[in-house]
T-cell receptor, first 114, second 114 residues
Framework: AQSVTQLGSHVSVSEGALVLLRCNYSSSVPPYLFWYVQYPNQGLQLLLK??????LVKGINGFEAEFKKSETSFHLTKPSAHMSDAAEYFC????????????FGTGTRLKVLA | EPEVTQTPSHQVTQMGQEVILRCVPISNHLYFYWYRQILGQKVEFLVS????????KSEIFDDQFSVERPDGSNFTLKIRSTKLEDSAMYFC????????????FGQGTRLTVV
């Protein structure tokens, strides 16, 4: 069965500092991986996705993530945090024998300190 | 830009009452989903719907839940006899038939059972 694990339910960074949110996945088949962001009282918005091809994927708002098969990881990074990045971030996986549901991690709440 | 719309944005209901949550998926999408998020917790899969039938459902999606696509545009989630623990944010999502595409989420319906 597929799953994702997000290490760190809360992450705090200073404005301008590097953002690193961790996601590890478990999948018996090549996964499709996604990062979503959720601002307070809003729905889920796609930041970026990995399906095939280039393992370093770039998304909106300056975020990027690298798919590392050997480490079963898909960590999200942003070189310089902005106050507007404060939100909850979810890693998700889809794809597997006979299943078409997106499986979400438990989420990481990012706090940006002035 | 096409979007998934959900109504109502908030619903307060008494325990034991039936509620219907409504969603209008993106028009050319073929897969439809309902997820829920209890306050501060993870995004949980409820059900997926394809070709006018349920394709997958979780253990949460018991006999009190049902889904319907009554016409070519709406997708509904019915909870027959609400319980206090049904209080959550419910998200509708849709995607194309291609597995390597992201799900587009609505803004959610906040259901409060009193």
């Amino acid at each position: 069965a597929q799953s994702v694990t997000q290490l760190g339910s809360h992450v705090s960074v200073s404005e301008g500092a590097l953002v690193l949110l961790r996601c590890n996945y478990s999948s018996s088949v090549p996964p499709y991986l996604f990062w979503y962001v959720q601002y307070p009282n809003q729905g889920l918005q796609l930041l970026l996705k990995y399906t095939t091809g280039a393992t370093l994927v770039k998304g909106i708002n300056g975020f990027e993530a690298e798919f590392k098969k050997s480490e079963t990881s898909f960590h999200l990074t942003k070189p310089s945090a902005h106050m507007s990045d404060a939100a909850e971030y979810f890693c998700a996986v889809i794809g597997g024998s006979g299943t078409y549901k997106y499986i979400f991690g438990t989420g990481t709440r990012l706090k940006v300190l002035a | 830009e096409p979007e998934v719309t959900q109504t109502p944005s908030h619903q307060v209901t008494q325990m034991g009452q039936e509620v219907i949550l409504r969603c209008v998926p993106i028009s050319n999408h073929l897969y439809f989903y309902w997820y829920r998020q209890i306050l501060g917790q993870k995004v949980e899969f409820l059900v997926s719907f394809y070709n006018n039938e349920i394709s997958e459902k979780s253990e949460i999606f018991d006999d009190q839940f049902s889904v319907e696509r009554p016409d070519g545009s709406n997708f509904t989630l019915k909870i027959r006899s609400t319980k206090l623990e049904d209080s959550a944010m419910y998200f509708c999502a849709s995607r194309t038939r291609h597995l390597n595409t992201e799900a587009f989420f609505g803004q959610g319906t906040r259901l409060t059972v009193v």
